[in-house]
């Protein structure tokens, strides 16, 4: 892997309470040039690596001792009023629409939430670092093209094909320019069809709520 594929150096904190898939996932980051500063297996050590360690990410598990529900989320909440430079990917076994709809709303960015099936693959994990780092909120696609299959008599369902495309896109937390290169079109188009899905959503501009988030969430309740 070049430098150019691989990740820029960075630090990293791992909080899981599986050894296997913690040591696999930190092998799988040595590997590509970070530097993992700590391990921990449940949330409260993560919080002191956090602490004492200064990382540029952790990567957690949603569900850690002592309860295994939600535990993960909740120190990513405290890692990011804490520690704002610190950037925050959440790992789950499971979909969770709820907590998909946290990690969009986080205010400040850096935050992710992918599926631990798509670790295996290091590209995923470091495209979502890359843009954590960059602020962005990461959310994975396979989520969102679980929640697309669903149907309701929603506003959501009045969207065109390509009107869904571009809000599955906003849902994965990509920018009007990574929707374009995403879709192959220009990022005036992205624009366009964003405005047509605010309108039909019945979004009107308003200057303390940021419609492309609300629009986001709607898609996700759905």
Same mark, same amino acid.
């Given at each position: 892997?070049?430098?150019?594929?691989?990740?820029?150096?960075?630090?990293?904190? +791992?909080?899981?309470?599986?050894?296997?898939?913690?040591?696999?996932?930190?092998?799988?980051?040595?590997?590509?040039?970070?530097?993992?500063?700590?391990?921990?297996?449940?949330?409260?050590? +993560?919080?002191?690596?956090?602490?004492?360690?200064?990382?540029?990410?952790?990567?957690?598990?949603?569900?850690?001792?002592?309860?295994?529900?939600?535990?993960?989320?909740?120190?990513?909440? !405290?890692?990011?009023?804490? $520690?704002?430079? !610190?950037?925050?990917?959440?790992?789950?076994? $499971?979909?969770?629409?709820?907590?998909?709809?946290?990690?969009?709303?986080?205010?400040?960015?850096?935050?992710?939430? +992918?599926?631990?099936?798509?670790?295996?693959?290091?590209?995923?994990?470091?495209?979502?670092?890359?843009?954590?780092?960059?602020?962005?909120?990461?959310?994975?696609?396979?989520?969102?093209?679980?929640?697309?299959?669903?149907?309701?008599?929603?506003?959501?369902?009045?969207?065109?094909?390509?009107?869904?495309?571009?809000?599955?896109?906003?849902?994965?937390?990509?920018?009007?320019?990574?929707?374009?290169?995403?879709?192959?079109?220009?990022?005036?188009?992205?624009?366009?069809?964003?405005?047509?899905?605010?309108?039909?959503?019945?979004?009107?501009?308003?200057?303390?709520?940021?419609?492309?988030?609300?629009?986001?969430?709607?898609?996700?309740?759905?």
């Amino acid at each position: 892997m070049t430098r150019e594929q691989g990740i820029i150096p960075l630090r990293i904190v +791992l909080a899981d309470d599986a050894p296997l898939i913690r040591r696999g996932i930190a092998l799988l980051l040595e590997g590509s040039g970070a530097e993992v500063a700590g391990e921990a297996d449940d949330a409260a050590g +993560l919080l002191r690596l956090v602490e004492s360690r200064h990382p540029d990410i952790a990567v957690v598990d949603i569900r850690m001792p002592p309860t295994f529900t939600d535990e993960g989320v909740v120190a990513a909440r !405290t890692i990011r009023e804490r $520690h704002p430079s !610190t950037s925050v990917i959440l790992l789950s076994q $499971h979909m969770d629409v709820a907590t998909a709809a946290e990690v969009l709303a986080e205010p400040s960015g850096g935050v992710a939430y +992918l599926l631990k099936e798509r670790v295996s693959d290091i590209g995923v994990l470091i495209d979502a670092m890359h843009r954590v780092r960059r602020g962005e909120v990461v959310l994975d696609p396979t989520l969102v093209s679980a929640l697309m299959r669903g149907t309701t008599d929603s506003p959501i369902d009045r969207l065109t094909p390509r009107e869904r495309e571009v809000l599955a896109a906003m849902a994965e937390g990509r920018s009007n320019a990574g929707i374009a290169h995403a879709l192959f079109i220009s990022e005036r188009t992205v624009e366009s069809i964003s405005a047509s899905v605010f309108q039909k959503l019945g979004l009107e501009p308003s200057g303390d709520q940021n419609r492309r988030v609300q629009a986001v969430l709607r898609y996700l309740d759905r």
